[in-house]
């Protein structure tokens, strides 16, 4: 892809022109902001106390004597996010407000067990009752901090008469510049006593990450501000990764990429120099997804600023790279700003970038419409999707919501666990995305109805052969720890075979019909998560056999015929070999038919088509004189 005169060029401006706002929606946007900053400046003192936010105070499980405090004005408010750096990319415009928290609101140890997280929560509590009352606001809704939900953000509408800015909103986000001492937070360290066991202390890095990452937000900001100073081409090269992004939803996502990594990925590079100013919006495009999908860049971490100035420990680092695979150090040099991201979803993050460099060097236009204009959703992504209810369910809806890290991220972490473990080689990749927060939430009802969507599954298959055989084999038998583990992991389904080759071994046999085999994935599946998750069946909706109906004729699959068919399409394959009178020699048949697609890809399908359309009109003409040749 060029930025020149080519076609190619003239589509990416037209896009950048599309997606970004105009100069008099800026100003009328800035205006907006502006009112919102004097309104939350002028709040008076106040007295706040856990009825403020009853519900959020109670589920997060903090004593109500331990959350009040005199709530002050904001030490300073700064703009954050795309808006800051000039890349905000429609139709999701938003301008991040970052609050600074005053000192005095706090005691020296409220970042133990939540009291932090709690009275964070109390402080937006008063802006939202404040903002409420003026002319400018439209509405007010609340949301969670990259679906964290002990961390709810404001999303302010303010009103506006220009149609194009009728969906934007002002997210107000509290940071914690200066409150606590950061050594008092580092992933060895326990700040959650309720996640204890017994005596013994477990660490809480999901807990302390998540106090970090607000005390360094206001420096991490700055960061990406500086290095997109007048840097037109960097800024348009994220508004393009946005869009490449959000066009596919599975990794822009809580647990895989969003705008704000992605900046701090541009801001890296520049750092680096791997992207300089001499470059355009394209290249630098390709160069940071060359970054994303080379394995050798994330080895040992990235670091914003130079190695020797990073201020985590080595254990740290090392624990980082071994849990997530990840590690993107902070302009601060304390904390992990991937922490959330997951090495499943960072490895389907890594696939993509590799099939649009691939997409860009292969297709005749550079594959502009495949890249920026078609929508690649979870369904269309996966070869097998399913959607699992989990509302009221035991292992999210139970007391302790969040210890370390919250109960709908380990439900997800567990759930893909299994599911990968139970599928083994079927899958190349397991993917579990997990929307926990509703789309219409009041604090003062606390995290009740978080969880209430659907867990979502993608599962990748590796092959024909691998994904839909009927036998799995274990462990041998004489090999007794193991075999346990996997009597434990299977219960009823496993059993000790002796196979052909005389070996004797656990395994685990999902026999079926020939025609049945594209259902193995969905048995293997249903049965783990009703095993290992006490779900019913009818908690899980697998996309796989819903049209299967159509193939039924008298209520017998018209597969299972196929022998007798394969049968008649060897005769005829050597008839068609031995014809002498045509001008082509045949040299091969093969089948194309629903029942054996799965065996070619779609560019081998349309080469079978032509051929033999090609084919039968050569046949038809050279039988028929009325045909003009």
């Given at each position: 892809?060029?930025?020149?005169?080519?076609?190619?060029?003239?589509?990416?401006?037209?896009?950048?022109?599309?997606?970004?706002?105009?100069?008099?929606?800026?100003?009328?946007?800035?205006?907006a902001v502006s009112s919102i900053v004097d309104a939350i400046k002028s709040i008076p003192d106040q007295q706040?106390?856990?009825?403020?936010?009853?519900?959020?105070?109670?589920?997060?499980?903090?004593?109500?004597?331990?959350?009040?405090?005199?709530?002050?004005?904001?030490?300073?408010?700064?703009?954050?996010?795309?808006?800051?750096?000039?890349?905000?990319?429609?139709?999701?415009?938003?301008?991040?407000?970052?609050?600074?928290?005053?000192?005095?609101?706090?005691?020296?140890?409220?970042?133990?067990?939540?009291?932090?997280?709690?009275?964070?929560?109390?402080?937006?509590?008063?802006?939202?009752?404040?903002?409420?009352?003026?002319?400018?606001?439209?509405?007010?809704?609340?949301?969670?901090?990259?679906?964290?939900?002990?961390?709810?953000?404001?999303?302010?509408?303010?009103?506006?008469?220009?149609?194009?800015?009728?969906?934007?909103?002002?997210?107000?986000?509290?940071?914690?510049?200066?409150?606590?001492?950061?050594?008092?937070?580092?992933?060895?360290?326990?700040?959650?006593?309720?996640?204890?066991?017994?005596?013994?202390?477990?660490?809480?890095?999901?807990?302390?990450?998540?106090?970090?990452?607000?005390?360094?937000?206001?420096?991490?900001?700055?960061?990406?501000?500086?290095?997109?100073?007048?840097?037109?081409?960097?800024?348009?090269?994220?508004?393009?990764?946005?869009?490449?992004?959000?066009?596919?939803?599975?990794?822009?996502?809580h647990d895989c990429l969003n705008g704000y990594l992605l900046s701090i990925m541009l801001s890296y590079l520049?750092?680096?120099?791997?992207?300089?100013?001499?470059?355009?919006?394209?290249?630098?495009?390709?160069?940071?997804?060359?970054?994303?999908?080379?394995?050798?860049?994330?080895?040992?971490?990235?670091?914003?600023?130079?190695?020797?100035?990073?201020?985590?420990?080595?254990?740290?680092?090392?624990?980082?790279?071994?849990?997530?695979?990840?590690?993107?150090?902070?302009?601060?040099?304390?904390?992990?700003?991937?922490?959330?991201?997951?090495?499943?979803?960072?490895?389907?993050?890594?696939?993509?970038?590799?099939?649009?460099?691939?997409?860009?060097?292969?297709?005749?236009?550079?594959?502009?419409?495949?890249?920026?204009?078609?929508?690649?959703?979870?369904?269309?992504?996966?070869?097998?999707?399913?959607?699992?209810?989990?509302?009221?369910?035991?292992?999210?809806?139970?007391?302790?919501?969040?210890?370390?890290?919250?109960?709908?991220?380990?439900?997800?972490?567990?759930?893909?666990?299994?599911?990968?473990?139970?599928?083994?080689?079927?899958?190349?990749?397991?993917?579990?995305?997990?929307?926990?927060?509703?789309?219409?939430?009041?604090?003062?009802?606390?995290?009740?109805?978080?969880?209430?969507?659907?867990?979502?599954?993608?599962?990748?298959?590796?092959?024909?052969?691998?994904?839909?055989?009927?036998?799995?084999?274990?462990?041998?038998?004489?090999?007794?720890?193991?075999?346990?583990?996997?009597?434990?992991?299977?219960?009823?389904?496993?059993?000790?075979?002796?196979?052909?080759?005389?070996?004797?071994?656990?395994?685990?046999?999902?026999?079926?019909?020939?025609?049945?085999?594209?259902?193995?994935?969905?048995?293997?599946?249903?049965?783990?998560?009703?095993?290992?998750?006490?779900?019913?069946?009818?908690?899980?909706?697998?996309?796989?056999?819903?049209?299967?109906?159509?193939?039924?004729?008298?209520?017998?699959?018209?597969?299972?015929?196929?022998?007798?068919?394969?049968?008649?399409?060897?005769?005829?394959?050597?008839?068609?070999?031995?014809?002498?009178?045509?001008?082509?020699?045949?040299?091969?048949?093969?089948?194309?038919?629903?029942?054996?697609?799965?065996?070619?890809?779609?560019?081998?399908?349309?080469?079978?088509?032509?051929?033999?359309?090609?084919?039968?009109?050569?046949?038809?003409?050279?039988?028929?004189?009325?045909?003009?040749?």
């Amino acid at each position: 892809m060029e930025t020149g005169t080519d076609p190619m060029g003239l589509k990416l401006r037209e896009l950048l022109k599309e997606v970004q706002l105009d100069q008099s929606a800026i100003k009328t946007l800035d205006g907006a902001v502006s009112s919102i900053v004097d309104a939350i400046k002028s709040i008076p003192d106040q007295q706040v106390s856990s009825k403020a936010a009853l519900g959020f105070v109670r589920d997060l499980g903090v004593p109500s004597d331990k959350v009040e405090f005199t709530f002050k004005s904001p030490e300073s408010i700064r703009i954050g996010g795309s808006y800051s750096v000039g890349a905000v990319a429609k139709p999701d415009v938003n301008v991040d407000l970052i609050v600074r928290m005053p000192k005095e609101c706090f005691y020296e140890k409220d970042y133990l067990n939540h009291r932090y997280h709690a009275k964070r929560c109390l402080f937006l509590r008063v802006i939202e009752r404040n903002l409420k009352s003026s002319s400018f606001v439209r509405k007010i809704e609340w949301s969670s901090f990259q679906s964290e939900a002990r961390k709810p953000v404001l999303k302010v509408y303010p009103a506006l008469e220009i149609a194009e800015l009728s969906d934007v909103f002002i997210k107000i986000i509290p940071s914690a510049t200066f409150l606590f001492d950061e050594t008092k937070l580092s992933l060895s360290r326990n700040n959650v006593r309720a996640f204890n066991e017994g005596d013994t202390a477990r660490a809480t890095p999901k807990y302390n990450s998540s106090i970090l990452e607000d005390l360094f937000l206001e420096e991490n900001t700055e960061f990406i501000q500086t290095s997109f100073h007048e840097w037109k081409s960097m800024q348009d090269a994220l508004i393009l990764l946005k869009v490449w992004a959000r066009n596919r939803n599975s990794i822009f996502a809580h647990d895989c990429l969003n705008g704000y990594l992605l900046s701090i990925m541009l801001s890296y590079l520049a750092v680096v120099n791997r992207i300089t100013k001499s470059m355009n919006a394209v290249q630098i495009f390709r160069v940071t997804l060359k970054f994303i999908s080379t394995a050798s860049f994330w080895n040992k971490g990235l670091f914003l600023k130079a190695q020797g100035q990073c201020n985590m420990c080595k254990e740290d680092v090392a624990q980082y790279l071994q849990s997530i695979g990840v590690l993107v150090c902070d302009a601060s040099g304390h904390f992990n700003l991937a922490f959330r991201l997951t090495k499943t979803a960072f490895s389907e993050l890594q696939e993509e970038a590799s099939w649009t460099l691939s997409c860009i060097d292969k297709c005749r236009d550079g594959g502009f419409e495949e890249i920026f204009l078609t929508k690649v959703d979870f369904a269309a992504k996966f070869d097998s999707c399913l959607r699992i209810n989990l509302k009221g369910k035991a292992k999210v809806s139970g007391s302790d919501f969040c210890l370390d890290d919250e109960c709908w991220r380990i439900c997800e972490k567990d759930v893909q666990s299994y599911l990968q473990q139970g599928l083994n080689d079927r899958a190349k990749l397991v993917r579990v995305t997990w929307r926990s927060t509703p789309s219409k939430w009041n604090v003062e009802d606390g995290f009740s109805k978080f969880g209430d969507e659907p867990m979502l599954v993608g599962i990748l298959l590796s092959s024909h052969e691998k994904s839909f055989r009927v036998v799995d084999i274990g462990p041998s038998a004489d090999k007794k720890e193991e075999s346990v583990k996997f009597r434990k992991f299977w219960g009823e389904r496993a059993e000790l075979r002796r196979f052909r080759d005389g070996n004797i071994a656990e395994s685990t046999v999902w026999e079926c019909e020939p025609w049945e085999r594209h259902l193995i994935i969905k048995r293997i599946t249903e049965y783990i998560l009703t095993k290992h998750f006490l779900l019913l069946k009818d908690d899980m909706v697998h996309i796989v056999d819903q049209l299967d109906f159509c193939l039924h004729v008298r209520g017998k699959d018209l597969t299972s015929s196929s022998g007798s068919l394969f049968g008649a399409l060897e005769i005829l394959s050597k008839r068609l070999r031995a014809l002498e009178e045509i001008p082509l020699k045949i040299s091969s048949v093969k089948p194309l038919d629903p029942g054996s697609l799965h065996e070619f890809n779609s560019i081998e399908i349309y080469a079978y088509l032509f051929h033999f359309i090609c084919l039968m009109l050569t046949l038809f003409s050279w039988s028929n004189p009325y045909i003009v040749r």
